[in-house]
């Protein structure tokens, strides 16, 4: 005798329901909706045209070794502009990662100073004004894709330091089609700067590669004629060569060196990034030094650095910490100094005024 299964239409009903929701869910797995980009507000906008239209002003295309139009690029942004207006005090500067979806948190990056940056990093790069601006919420930041090139043919002393010392970050840089700056969503603040090679745009001009001897190090060094290099990191472009203050930088930044070696402070605080650091403060040079003095200062008065080989800070000896301390303060005299001097020369030369600037005591 067979079984017929009898069903009510109040129940018929339910169970059409479930299978309709149970149809439509399996067909937006199999057919996802298409995400909804978040739209870009106005002031965001605004905010990278100025700057992608301030460094296509400042910073065009040019010949890669052109030093001139380097030099032209870096007085333009280590002043007042645009790009500076919209810079926190502190800025992480590296590579896009490799790791595919890695977060600026997962990224391996070097916190600068907004002159340093400006100075030294941003005008490696040669840009034409396009540019984009999306939202990434696993950020939580704007992001603004710059079309780059970078100046791979400049003579080594125009770098920050060697970049050859990592072959894929050399190469990385040489074949960089865009910049990226991470925008604060609240203040519209560049909280961080990656340059990469891997934008979808193509390359603005042929990159004809320059192979560099592997480096290993000094991070400063005396050229042939005599001359401290890296020149970029003795403010050599942006600084104006009557300075008085310049030589006493050069010299005191040498005594700074020496009490950060006695301190085991360049054991980490190096371009190689020896400890591995996710975010790297590099004391190896005059301008690198310059923008971190105050912090570090502040970290070795209150003993929270050097660290030991497990990370761990400790206390100098009185000694070596008093030696450091004033090292420091007198290096960051010095280039206080040199800043002050340039502000006056800068507003002689607005003002039209000839008359000379008022004398300043040089620190011998």
């Excluded at 002159?115 to 984009?132: A, E, I, K, Q, S």
């Excluded at 206080?336 to 004398?359: D, F, H, I």
């Amino acid at each position: 005798m067979g079984f017929q299964a009898t069903t009510s239409p109040r129940r018929a009903v339910r169970w059409a329901a479930r299978a309709a929701c149970a149809a439509m869910a399996l067909a937006g797995l199999a057919a996802p909706a298409q995400a909804q980009e978040a739209p870009v507000p106005a002031a965001v906008q605004q905010a990278a045209r100025e700057i992608a239209t301030e460094l296509a002003t400042h910073c065009p295309l040019a010949p890669a070794g052109d030093t001139a139009a380097y030099n032209a690029c870096r007085k333009a942004l280590f002043g007042p502009s645009a790009l500076r207006a919209h810079l926190p005090e502190i800025l992480l500067w590296g590579r896009q990662s490799k790791t595919p979806n890695a977060t600026l948190r997962q990224t391996n990056l070097t916190q600068f100073a907004p002159d340093v940056w400006t100075n030294m990093y941003v005008p490696l790069f040669m840009f034409n004004g396009r540019h984009t601006v999306e939202w990434v919420p696993e950020e939580r930041m704007f992001l603004v894709r710059l079309e780059a090139a970078f100046r791979n043919r400049l003579a080594p002393g125009q770098f920050p330091y060697p970049f050859w010392h990592d072959e894929a970050k050399w190469a990385t840089y040489e074949n960089a089609n865009a910049v990226m700056l991470w925008l604060n969503p609240e203040n519209r603040q560049v909280r961080a700067a990656q340059f990469t090679d891997r934008a979808a745009t193509p390359l603005l001009q042929p990159v004809t590669p320059v192979q560099h001897a592997k480096y290993e190090g000094p991070w400063l060094w005396t050229d042939e004629k005599g001359n401290t290099q890296p020149a970029v990191t003795l403010f050599d472009g942006v600084y104006q060569a009557d300075n008085p203050f310049i030589k006493s930088i050069d010299r005191q930044y040498r005594d700074l060196a020496l009490q950060l070696r006695e301190s085991q402070c360049v054991n980490c605080h190096v371009p190689s990034n020896p400890d591995k650091m996710t975010r790297l403060v590099l004391l190896s040079t005059p301008a690198h030094a310059a923008g971190e003095v105050d912090r570090l200062i502040k970290a070795v008065r209150e003993d929270r650095m050097p660290m030991d080989e497990f990370r761990l800070s400790y206390a100098l000896s009185p000694e070596n910490k008093k030696w450091l301390l004033e090292s420091a303060e007198a290096f960051k005299t010095t280039v206080r100094a040199a800043q002050a001097w340039e502000q006056q020369a800068a507003r002689k030369t607005v003002s039209g005024v000839q008359s000379s600037l008022n004398p300043v005591e040089v620190i011998k």
